[in-house]
């Protein structure tokens, strides 16, 4: 497994597993598969409703603790200095732990700040190994990172082929921020898997249209956190260090880009009012 260094020092995996839209009653026996093929790194959130069956995972996988890293989210109802900490002890409650590797704030409306503020005191407790935020596009990373204590560690955006975030990437950079993705196949929107030019470029390397677009991503300095409730395609889809992707081919996909979302924009404010409103 590859490994990427946060701002803190703390070794975070590039490769993990995601539990968005996995059921509660299903998510228990995805963890586990996930974890026996060899992830460990599980991203979860508040709004998934699937906090205590990763919990319920951790505590029968095997695994001890500190081998793996668990990233769980904030949601916007939980905003602000005093809902968020005790959202954090609730976490931690619900997955069945004294720490949570990674927390971060899933989308930037609320009170963030006051959100970031108890999560920066629950970090100096010990409570949380690194911070980070999820969906702040540049201009409200760059806001942030001006004004906190902390600086984030992390930020989870909408990152695959034909979304590959390449100025935002470098606004990260900028800013010590590690990128990390979600939807790294766009929930198999745009015709994902039977894209010609991932299909061309797998054929070459023996390998699937998926892998290829996972280690596009791995091999640009991006986390990943694919979700499948296949253990087989979990396999397909940890099996990706076992080949290199050439600058031409890497080149070749990332004209796919059409540096636009495949979902929806946080700038459009249709949307805006949308995510307000599950926050109200
Ligand atoms: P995704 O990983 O882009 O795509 C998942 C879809 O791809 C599922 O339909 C899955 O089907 C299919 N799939 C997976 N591996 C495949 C393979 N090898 N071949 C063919 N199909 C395959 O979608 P996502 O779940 O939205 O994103 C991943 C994670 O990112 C989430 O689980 C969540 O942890 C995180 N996330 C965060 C945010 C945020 O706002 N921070 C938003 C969205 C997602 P099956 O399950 O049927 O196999």
Known sequence: MKHTALANGVKMPMLGYGVYQIAPEDCERCVLDAIKVGNRLIDTAQAYNNEEAVGNAINKCGIPREELFIVTKVWISNAGYEKAKASIEQSLKKLQTSYIDLLLIHQPFNDYYGTYRAMEDAYKDGKLRAIGVSNFYPDRLIDLCNFVEIKPMVNQVETHVFQQQKEAHKIMDKYGVKHMSWGP?????????????????????????????????????????????????????FDIFDFKLSEEDMKRISELDESESAFFSHYDPETVEFLCSLGR
């Open 185 to 237: 196949f766009a929930e198999g929107r745009k015709d994902y898997f039977s894209n010609p030019v991932l299909l061309e470029i797998a054929k070459k390397y023996n390998k699937s249209s998926a892998q290829v677009a996972l280690r596009l991503l791995n091999q640009s300095d991006v986390i990943i956190i694919p979700k499948s409730t296949h253990i087989e395609r979990m396999e397909q889809n």
